[in-house]
């Protein structure tokens, strides 16, 4: 589309703020989800249903952001969602109970949804001004944010900091941060730059009804989004109770799970661009999957602090570009308004998060976590039978 402009390069940077804020805050809870076990007395199961508040929350609440970003736009949907899960946050680790535990991670995965998707329909944006693949990079940022907050809040907790404490410094800094990227955001109607590459092409926007054609590829890229899912909250949920409760890990390892995948998913998403440019994201998905088939399966069959490690890092790397991937995919649906095929994808892929938690805690409370985790290789198996839905590698350009 020409020359960059400054205005594109400092929304690149608020947008990258965005999705890094988005990865830090939530994830400084993560390695907490012991100590709120264990101060709650909950269960297993009890645990997993918790949890499982919030992909509810982001299914049932999740489907009003492109309401939202047809009425106030992206820039302004994403900033506020991500201020408010900052202040959210905070409730987390001061719910006094199971019940009001649930209440604040329904409304924790309501808020995320609602800036996961706008963020991305943002991210969107920017990478039509630049003309090539950029979204992967986001993702990266987010996963650096996801590490860092994982970190954190297995530092916390070795060094005893209360909760209430570690989650209001974590929320303050993630108000302030939307509040500085919002300055920079693009303005204007989120199909600007759409249209703007349509008369580039010589073609026209046109927005249209949605058959079965549509639907179909909706429910495809879900189902492929959703079993990513599946793999990324094995390590967000589970990680650091399987190394504890199991392996006899102490707390500070213990997050090491989370940080584990988290961190080798970030180096598949910041490296994502050039791989997807060399391989197409079909059959990069594909190489993914086989990485969480054999790095989990090997993990569970023969289990140690070591190998679950190695497992979570592999699984991580395998599911790096699959949900910017679908996400893309999504979004260059025709027929469809500014943030509609993001949204979605969104909502199907979060369905993955809502059943993995309780699923992989009943079997956890009926044997063992080790058991339930192998969700994990059987979600591997999924991505590869349904990454043909995705383009393959794109000829070079002369």
């Avoid at 990865?23 to 993560?30: C, E, I, K, Q, T």
């Avoid at 076990?37 to 009890?46: I, P």
């Avoid at 309780?358 to 590869?384: H, K, N, Y």
């Amino acid at each position: 589309m020409g020359t960059v402009t400054g205005a594109a390069v400092r929304a690149r940077v608020a947008v990258a703020t965005v999705f890094f804020t988005n990865g830090f805050v939530f994830a400084n809870a993560v390695p907490r989800y012991p100590e709120i076990k264990d101060d709650l007395g909950l269960s297993h199961t009890a645990l997993g249903t918790a949890i499982a508040a919030m992909p509810l929350g982001a299914l049932v609440i999740g489907l009003l952001a492109s309401p939202l970003i047809k009425r106030f736009g992206s820039a302004w949907t994403a900033v506020v969602a991500l201020a408010l899960l900052g202040v959210n946050v905070v409730f987390i680790g001061t719910a006094p109970g199971f019940a009001l535990l649930c209440a604040a991670l329904f409304i924790a995965g309501s808020l995320d949804s609602i800036t996961d998707v706008a963020m991305n329909a943002h991210g969107m944006r920017v990478q039509r001004l630049y003309g090539r693949s950029i979204l992967n990079f986001f993702h990266g940022l987010w996963s650096v944010g996801a590490v860092l907050g994982g970190l954190a809040g297995a530092g916390a907790a070795q060094a005893g900091i209360p909760l209430p404490v570690h989650l209001a410094v974590a929320g303050a800094l993630t108000v302030g941060a939307a509040a500085m990227a919002f300055r920079f955001l693009l303005p204007g109607p989120d199909d600007a730059e759409r249209e703007a590459a349509a008369d580039d092409a010589g073609r026209p926007a046109v927005r249209g009804g949605i058959g079965w054609p549509v639907i179909r590829l909706l429910a495809v890229l879900g189902l492929l989004s959703g079993a990513a899912a599946v793999v990324e909250d094995s390590g967000s949920s589970w990680g650091s109770v399987y190394l504890r409760g199991e392996l006899g890990a102490n707390a500070a390892v213990g997050g090491l799970g989370f940080a584990a995948l988290q961190g080798a998913q970030t180096v598949g998403r910041l490296l994502g661009d050039r791989v997807v440019h060399r391989l197409g994201d079909r059959d990069t998905s594909r190489l993914g999957g086989l990485l969480v088939v054999t790095g989990m399966g090997a993990a569970l069959l023969w289990p140690s602090v070591p190998s679950t490690l190695a497992g979570f890092a592999l699984a991580g790397l395998g599911i790096a570009t699959l949900i910017p991937a679908a996400f893309h995919a999504a979004d260059e649906i025709p027929g469809l308004w500014p943030g509609a095929g993001i949204t979605v994808t969104a909502f199907l892929l979060r369905i993955g998060f809502l059943l993995s938690p309780p699923l992989v805690g009943v079997v956890a409370d009926a044997s063992s976590i080790r058991l339930g985790l192998v969700v994990v290789p059987l979600a591997g198996l999924v991505i590869l039978l349904t990454s043909g839905i995705l383009e393959g590698r794109r000829p070079a350009r002369g």
